[in-house]
Structure formats: C-alpha cells, structure tokens
C-alpha cells in the first residue's frame, strides 16, 4: 500500500469551457461544464451584472446619506423630496423619519432622516422641508453610507438601488428595440412609436428618454448658380412660405454649373410650399421646388424584405443552418468624419426599410441613393466612402468623401456580390470584408480606379449581426465563431475557428433551430459575445492572446435583440443592448440582472494529479477567490467520472470575505485593510477514487462579481486502482 503522507498540488485556473477534449487530457485549469462565468486573465470570473438605462442615475452608482436634524415638528415620509432651504440640497427620503428622542408635538424632536439621489451639500443649522413647509432643522452634515449597523448599511443602499431602478422607464413606444447607438457620449434609441406607424428616435438624458425631431426635406433642382447654404432663409416666391434651413444636402449637379439637385432640410416652417421658385432675400429664382416639404420618417418593418423572424435555409447536404435573423427594422450604424474638422462627425445609420441618413445630433439627413427601392440594410465607411449594401447583393458607395452622392460623376458605383450581404466591416488592413450568408468578398484598393472586388471563400458565410471586430474581424457561420485575420503578407488572410472547444453547444443550437441574434465586443475585457434568441449567449476572452481563446456560456432572463459598444464623454467603453421588453439595458453594469438574482456554476475537470491509475484519498479542496465585497459560494465534488460507486460529497457553503491590500501600495477605499489579500473557500471532500472534479455554484442579487483563480487538492496516494 502507499503511504498516507498527504500531498498538495495547485492548478491556475484558465484555458475557459472544453467540451470535445477526453477527460483525461483535459487541461486541469479549463472547466467541463459552467454558466454565467467568464474567462478572465487571472481565472474565471463570475459574470458582470446588467441594469436597465435611460440616462438618469443609474441603479449601482445609487447610494444613501443619512441626516441628522433636531427641532423636527413634522414627520418626513418616505417617497417625500426634502430641501434645504438655505443650500437648495434636495434628496428623497428612502424611509420615514426616525425619532430618537423628543416628539413632533413638542417641536423638539431629534433623530435622522435617510435620502436617496441627494443633489448638493446640506448644511448645518437648516431648514429642512418638504413642499416649502419647514419639518425640522439640519444638524450637522449628511453622511454618505452613514449607517451605525452593517443591516442598516445592506439594507439602506439596495433599498437606494432599487429605487433609481423604479424611476428607469421603457423607451415609449411599441415593440421591440431596433437599434441602439453612442454617438458623441450620448446614447441614442430607435423604437417604433405607439401605433407601430413609424420608428422613433430618443436619447438618453438625465431626466429620462427624449424624443427627437427628425425634422422636415424640401427637394429641389438648381434655378441659378448662387449657392444656397445653411442658415439661409428660404422663401417660396409664389406662396410666401419660409424656412431656415439647417442642411443643403447635394445629391447630384453643382451650383457652378446651374444643376444642383438635392434637398433642403430644416426644423419647420411657416406657410406651404408649392409649385414655385425659392428665392433668398433679394436673390431670386435660386432653386426650383415641385411641391411641399415632407416629414423625415423612419419606417417600421411591415415594409421589410421579409419577416423578423428571419428565415431558414437548408444546405446541400440536407443539414439546416442556423436561423438568420434579417434586416427588417434594425438598424445598422457607423460613427464617422467626412469633414476635416473635429465638429463633422456624424452618425450614419440603416434599417432595411428606410433610405439610409446622417444625424449629427440636431439634423437629421435622409441619404437619397437613386435607387428604386432605396432600402439599404448594412453599411460600412471604407476609404472615405460610405457604402451601403442593398437586397439582392448589390453593394454602392458615394463619391470620395461624399456620403450624400450617389452618382458615376462623382466617383460612386455599385457592384454585386451574387447574393444577399450579411455584414459589411471595415478592416485596419485597408480592406472591405463583405459577408455574405454562404460567401466571403474582399474588396482591394483605393476607389473607382483600382478596387477589385475578390470572392475570398465560398466554404464559410456570415451570420447576420454576428460580425464585429476585436483586433481581427469574427463572425459565426455554420460551424462556429470564426475570425478573419491578414497574414504577413499584403492581401493574404487566414481563417481561424474560435469556438472548436464547444462545437457541441452550436450543433445544439442548431438542432434546436435557436438563431443567433447578436455580437457585442468588449475591449476593456478583450472579448466577443455572441446572443442568442433563447436568452443564452457566448464570450470568448483573448487576453492570453488571439491563438488562445477561452470560451464561456451565459444565461439571460430576457433576450437580447441588438447591441451597442461605444464611449461615453469622459472616453469610457459603454456597452448597451436593447431587448424585447422595449428596456435599454447597459452591460458589465450592478451586480445582478436588473435586480434580478444572478445564479452561476462552474466545474473543474476530473483531476487525477499527474497519476490517473492510482486511487487517492481525497481530503480537501481550497478554491483561491477575489471578491470587491464578499461572495457566497458552494463547493461540491464528485469522484471517479461521477461513478455511482462513489457518491457526491455534501455540498459546503462559505462566504469569502473581500479581498486585502499592503498600505501604500493600494488606494485606501479600495482594500479591506484587516482582511488578507485573497479570500480562500476551503472545504472537506472526504472521498476516494482516481480523479476528482471540483464543483462551486454562487447564487446572489447583490454580490459583486468574484473571481477564482485556482484549485488547491488535499490528497493522499493510494494504491493502484484494480
């Protein structure tokens, strides 16, 4: 028999989910089975929390003051706005006053009021009021998480989370969220309104969603060589009616020459245009309109190509593919600068139903191409041009620095790829990546003069809204998440497959006909996350490099339906997605989904320590784990493959308490100064077989995300298994 001399041995967590390797060559620091953990430089941390979005305070930076007053002769209520009369300070009660002494009738009550969304500073000596009637009288200041109990503490901050979530509204509207888009640090929001008539525009303020005007377009054609600009107020010489225009959007001509054509754009107007001439001031005869302005509309998908369920397509060997979501309604954007100046970047976006447009924040452009069904569903800006990919495979782009003409003077041309085009992305390299659902197309070169347009692959197709671009181009096509990267060698590129490790979840996915929905990457965690239409999804973390991807799963109680990665004014990475409740959600945001409980598991492979023939007495396992506050976690385990013979080990439960700092080498308020610098959950396996596999699940609203870094294992050898 071997000895009973017990050993110890430590894996690193890290290699992220493997589900096709055998057990017995499974890395020990990859993981055979988890949720809602994602892989993470230093091991596997549980998954970041979701809340909803419109601008005002958002629920995990909420916090609580407590105020302590004397002289109180009326109670303050919760839900009650209090003011300072001499600050302006204004904060709402999150519960009734408390008295700690003295009485109301007596006008000597002294105790605290606690607040929620407190603006400015209270002072001392004060009245406080509520509605312009004095209640009682500051005394002291207000301290933030002043709380005398760690209950008090708990409960006091959810019950302020909870209530900057109450005061988040849904985009008004009906219907699902189209598009989602941060656009100079604002977040800007695309729903259909009420009757499902059109799609509105809102953006995020700190009073809610605000509805913004689209304004109004009056085409026209050149009457003169004088040019019209913006600013210019434009008066109809027959009908009297003017208005000041805020864009002159020229689609094809030039006033040099007498034939410019486009449209003028502005916020209203006074009177009706008809039939007539447009003169400026004393200038006459300078443009020639046909009839009058028309609202600028965004159309809602009953004029789409097809249904928003997307379609089904089967492949030549019978297989069927994953379901496509289509363009119908959703919009497709890109930020971009046409202009040399800081001020002219603008939005473009996209929706399959609508003409193309450009906003930058006031004006909105509707972008006139030409074409008869002038729908564009995707667009990209390459090379100074803005293409727009339109049903039926056909690519066009606008003159060089032009994103409002169209036509061949001007240097715009159109090409096809011979079928519909899922994706268009811009790559670093200089070159146009075109997804088709069962092609790849690179367009080469500069402009008109030199493009040239390459089927690179028929063998891999793009899943619509799954392309996006961390470093290299990924998509998922029928086999998995694919990235598309340039060799060394000019125009060269390669084909590498991401998700090989967990090919099993896509041929499930597919089996169950459940479409992917949506792609988000997230640089500050150097990930790619892919959604699907049954509220689960992917990450795949490349912060070990781009030749070691980590794949992880994640569950949601909603489904995800588009996505937004921007930055906010201070140049911070902001991630939203909209969903098919009609909330904006902002990611990696709180510790829980939407107040919602965030429950997750992870298990490590059948460890056999180096010696997969041997029995071992099993004595213990110690996960190594980081938390910002504290984490509830369960450790469970199971022996040799879970082998009925040898029964689970009963679940422990620990709390691992938040994670230490050295003085002067961490920010004080971001350290636990009487705690070690990492928390240890150690629990008693008492088992016995060839192998074990470590199991630890976590269920909590307000937990902040933890992390695992690795595996201790307590064993002793036994003798060679029979």
């Keep these: 028999m071997i000895g009973m001399a017990q050993e110890t041995k430590f894996f690193a967590a890290g290699g992220g989910l493997d589900l096709i390797t055998p057990a017995i060559e499974i890395p020990n620091g990859a993981v055979i089975a988890a949720n809602n953990y994602e892989a993470h430089l230093r091991g596997y941390q549980r ?8 601008g005002q305070q958002k629920p995990s930076t909420a916090s609580y003051w407590v105020l302590n007053f004397d002289a109180g002769s009326a109670a303050v209520n919760e839900g009650d706005t209090v003011t300072g009369e001499t600050s302006g300070a204004t904060g709402s009660a999150l519960i009734d006053a408390v008295v700690e002494s003295g009485s109301y009738g007596g006008s000597d009550a002294d105790g605290y009021i606690v607040l929620t969304n407190v603006t400015r500073t209270f002072a ?17 200041t207000a301290v933030k998480r002043g709380a005398a109990t760690d209950a008090n503490d708990d409960t006091w901050l959810q019950d302020a989370m909870e209530t900057a979530r109450s005061a988040i509204g849904a985009v008004p509207g009906s219907g699902n969220i189209r598009g989602i888009k941060a656009y100079k640090g604002d977040t800007y929001v695309f729903r259909d309104n009420a009757a499902a008539t059109f799609v509105d525009m809102y953006k995020s303020t700190t009073s809610g969603w605000t509805l913004q005007t689209l304004g109004r377009r009056l085409e026209f054609t050149s009457g003169g060589t004088t040019e019209i600009s913006e600013g210019d107020v434009i008066t109809g010489a027959t009908s009297g009616a003017t208005a000041t225009t805020t864009r002159v959007a020229l689609h094809s001509g030039s006033w040099a020459a007498g034939d410019a054509a486009g449209y003028f754009i502005f916020d209203s107007q006074s009177g009706t245009f008809e039939a007539e001439d447009i003169d400026v001031g004393a200038s006459g005869n300078l443009a020639t309109i046909a009839a009058d302005s028309v609202a600028n509309t965004l159309a809602t998908r009953a004029n789409s190509r097809t249904t928003e369920a997307g379609d089904t397509r089967i492949t030549e060997d019978g297989d069927t593919r994953i379901t496509e979501q289509t363009a119908s309604g959703r919009l497709d954007f890109e930020n971009h600068n046409f202009g040399g100046h800081a001020e002219t970047e603008r939005m473009y976006g996209c929706d ?23 729908t564009p569903i995707h667009l990209a800006v390459h090379k100074q041009h803005l293409f727009l990919a339109f049903t039926g495979g056909s690519l066009q782009h606008s003159g060089l620095g032009l994103p409002y003409q169209f036509t061949l ?17 811009s790559d670093v390299e200089g070159f146009l990546v075109i997804g088709g659902r069962n092609k790849i197309s690179i367009l080469y070169g500069q402009d008109t003069d030199n493009w040239e347009l390459v089927d690179w692959s028929d063998e891999s197709g793009v899943v619509e809204w799954s392309m996006d671009k961390l470093g290299s181009i990924m998509f998922l096509d029928d086999i998995g998440v694919r990235r598309l990267s340039t060799a060394r060698d000019y125009g060269n590129f390669k084909l590498a497959t991401l998700s090989q490790k967990i090919e099993p979840i896509f041929r499930r996915k597919r089996n169950d006909s459940v479409a992917a929905i949506a792609s988000l990457r997230t640089r500050s965690k150097d990930m790619y996350r892919l959604f699907f239409d049954d509220g689960t999804g992917i990450s795949i973390h490349f912060g070990r490099g781009p030749k070691k ?40 945001a709180g510790p829980n989904h939407d107040g919602a409980e965030i429950t997750a598991y992870i298990r490590f492979p059948f460890n056999h320590v180096g010696s997969p023939t041997r029995n071992k007495q099993w004595f213990k396992a110690v996960l190594e784990v980081d938390a910002d506050d504290s984490a509830a976690l369960d450790i469970t385990a199971e022996f040799d493959y879970g082998h009925t013979d040898q029964p689970a080990m009963e679940t422990e439960s620990f709390t691992v308490e938040s994670s230490g700092g050295f003085w002067e080498e961490n920010e004080w308020a971001d350290f636990a100064f009487t705690k070690p610098v990492e928390g240890l959950a150690e629990a008693p396996i008492d088992g016995y077989g060839k192998n074990v596999s470590v199991k630890g699940l976590s269920a909590g609203t307000y937990d902040n995300a933890h992390k695992i870094h690795g ?5 002793s050898m036994r003798r060679l298994a029979a």
């Design 47 to 54: 998954v970041d929390g979701y809340e909803r979005f419109d």
């Design 124 to 140: 001392d000596d004060e009245n406080l009021q509520v509605a312009s009637v004095t209640k009682s009288v500051m005394d002291g």
């Design 352 to 374: 399959g139903v609508s003409m193309a447009f450009e906003w930058d924040g006031n004006v909105f452009v509707p972008i006139k191409t030409g074409m008869t069904s002038d």
């Design 409 to 425: 003077v001007t240097g715009a041309s159109e090409m096809g790829i011979g079928e519909e085009i899922t994706g268009l992305h």
């Design 549 to 588: 991807p980590e794949c992880m799963t994640f569950t949601l109680p909603l489904v995800v339906h588009c996505t937004c990665s921007g930055e906010d004014r201070q140049g911070d990475e902001i991630l939203f997605f909209g969903s098919t409740d009609g909330y904006v959600y902002e990611i990696d």
């Design 711 to 715: 595996l201790h294992l307590y064993y």
